[in-house]
């Protein structure tokens, strides 16, 4: 998913630093590359935010000229955990309007279609379909090729 966040933190002195990570797994799996914790891979292809705190309670983190993809945030420095309340994501795509649809008598087939139209959705920030939106900012004329032809006959954008 390609997104942005915001965070509140509380409990900060002045000067503390809270890295921010993004990661694809929760847990180490074998060949999974990036830094490790315990039992979780917390940095993924050097996703990563810093944010130096002012010492006040309320303090708001918000990454406004990057996105990063991923499906877990690591919160590392932080004196209190973050209430669920205090975090957020938003979801950044560029993907046209959905136009069409599909649905049959089989519910396999039916959360087929629904997965692939999210996966576009998810992997089209700023107009260009790419396979890693956290690393191919602009994406590659392949990738474009590749997902021209389903998209269309999918009628996933108003055309």
């Known amino acids: 998913m390609s997104e942005h966040l915001d965070a ?73 955990p973050p209430k669920l309340a205090d975090v957020t994501g938003y979801v950044i795509t560029s993907a046209g309007k959905r136009t069409g649809s599909f649905e049959c008598s089989e519910p396999l087939w039916n959360k087929i279609y629904e997965i692939d139209c999210f996966t576009y959705e998810m992997c089209t920030p700023e107009g260009v379909t790419v396979d890693c939106p956290h690393r191919e900012r602009l994406g590659y004329a392949t990738t474009a090729r590749s997902t021209q032809n389903p998209k269309c006959h999918q009628n996933l954008i108003d055309s």
Do not use: M, W
């Open 8 to 80: 509140t933190f509380n409990g900060l002195a002045p000067g503390d630093v809270v890295d921010i990570k993004i990661s694809n797994n929760s847990k180490v799996a074998d060949g999974v590359q990036g830094e490790k914790a315990g039992s979780f891979v917390i940095c993924e292809f050097s996703q990563s935010q810093r944010y130096i705190a002012r010492g006040e309670n309320g303090e708001k983190f918000r990454n406004r000229f990057n996105y990063f993809g991923g499906r877990y945030v690591h919160f590392i420095g932080l004196k209190q």
